[in-house]
């Protein structure tokens, strides 16, 4: 069986606090490993919010800062460095599924999950493919300023990163998520950082964005990734379910919301 042989449910894009979106990621690998749910979703960040990495030291971010502008920090359950998500200028996604219905061989999952992302930036008039070579590091705690990697950045046709991706597997579910520069916000990124080792020339000339490559606006842009991602899988328009969204809630307070998980990386669960 082929992936659109299978039943996919699409939620397209809602509008939630950092926190509660990673937990539903979270709660979205328990109920494909539980139930056979699979899920494709298109997420917001609202308020704008840094995400870090799984092992992102503290002490690279200016926790200052963030609180002072209300930028939301929580932890993701992937790797890589800090991303700053602004409610306008970053589009996010993710696909979730039984682990045993993906490619075992990590490079593998890659390719398949990123088909309707390349689509999807086809279809916003954006030239974008993987990085062709690993390209070394502007600034290692900053993800769009790390090394270039083939298996899983993407670029645009000037060879500027515009979308990074990552996956966390489980035994019995894979969730990939992944976020698309829609409009770049150099000094906002930078400024989340402590003492960044990267000037905003030096971030522009790594990070382009949707906007600058195509123009479109942002509307457009999500419209793009949303039917990319319903064409790829033959999904139907669905929705999370309240026990879903109980439980999302439940573990966006117990951790995402926790500084025990957020400033040290300690799963208080």
Known sequence: MGLADREWRLITEESRPGPLQMALDEIAAESAAEDGIRTLRVYRWAPSTLSLGYHQNPATIDWDY???????????PTGGGAIYHDSFGDISYSVVAPAEELPGDLMDSYELLCEPLL????GMGVDARFADEERPAVYEPACYLRTLHPAHDVVAGDGR?????????????????????????TDRHLDCFAD????????DQRVTSVREQSGIDREEAVAELEGALRSW?????????????????????????????????????
């Open 66 to 76: 963030c609180e002072r502008e209300g930028i939301t920090v929580t932890r993701r």
């Open 119 to 122: 689509d999807a930036l086809d």
């Open 161 to 185: 990163k515009i979308s990074g991706n990552a996956q966390y597997r489980r035994k019995d579910a894979i969730v990939q998520h992944g976020s698309i520069t829609f409009a770049r916000t």
């Open 196 to 203: 960044p080792d990267a000037t905003a020339t030096e971030f």
């Open 233 to 269: 899988s033959d999904a139907h328009e669905g929705t999370w379910s309240d026990r879903e969204l109980s439980r999302a809630r439940e573990r966006a307070r117990k951790k995402h919301e926790n500084p025990v998980w957020t400033r040290d990386g300690n799963d208080p669960l």
